[in-house]
């Protein structure tokens, strides 16, 4: 029943022991030799008047964070790189190839939207306000049943589009 300085660690709740702040008889004896004890104490307090409170990650945790951070960070950028790739794309597709992309394909906005329809599976039939602003909604289930994947019965995934 040593008594320890022990660290808590706000954010992720794990805590750390530190030095011996006052050693137990048990540990006293076996320190000083005395015969048949063959082992140290090994029971370990917390100190009330050592103990320290942290507003900071574990060095376990805090490793973990700035692992998942620097995967964060190259994720993003890796979508940064492909937004950026599509719109290069978009900007030479509309162009038509031509004079390095600068012309608008005719129908300009309405081509666009026809495409989307045409990817969200509508049809022009369709009311305007239906389409949620930002949002189109995809219909999966063409694809699945020409894969015979589970009958082709998918719920309708809709995207976030910019």
Known sequence: MCYHKRTLY?????ASWGRQV?????????????????????????HPLHSVRVEMACPGCGKKQRRARATFEQI???????????ARHRKSVAGGGRGGGHEKQQGGEEGDRGEREKLAGRTGEEEEGEEEEGFM??????????DGVDDGEFDPIELYRR
Do not use: I, Y
């Not at 706000?10 to 794990?14: D, R, Y």
């Not at 137990?24 to 029971?43: I, M, R, S």
């Open 10 to 14: 706000s954010p992720c709740g794990h």
């Open 22 to 46: 006052l050693a137990c008889p048990l540990q006293d004896n076996f320190l000083d030799g005395e015969a048949g004890l063959a082992q140290p104490c090994d029971t370990m307090n917390a």
């Open 76 to 86: 993003r950028n890796e979508l940064k790189g492909a937004r950026e790739k599509l």
């Open 137 to 146: 909604e995809v219909r999966w289930e063409e694809h699945a049943a020409s």
